[in-house]
């Protein structure tokens, strides 16, 4: 669970720097941030999980 709360405020950070920086604009953000939840009621949910969870797990082994 915590691994999914600290990746949803890295991607908002990341979107927000998006939006004020680099041009993209809002309504962008908003369609992607739609498809993201509605992807999340399709098959693809399960596969699409288990590879986030699998890179912050080697993410997190990693040692500086």
Do not use: C, E, N
Request: aromatic residues 8%.
């Amino acid at each position: 669970m915590t691994v999914r709360i600290s990746l949803v405020v890295v991607l908002l950070i990341i979107v927000l720097f998006l939006v004020k920086k680099d041009g993209l604009k809002t309504w962008h953000a908003l369609v992607v941030t739609l498809f993201g939840f509605l992807l999340t009621d399709t098959q693809l949910a399960g596969p699409i999980q288990s590879v986030v969870s699998t890179v912050a797990h080697a993410l997190s082994q990693w040692r500086l």
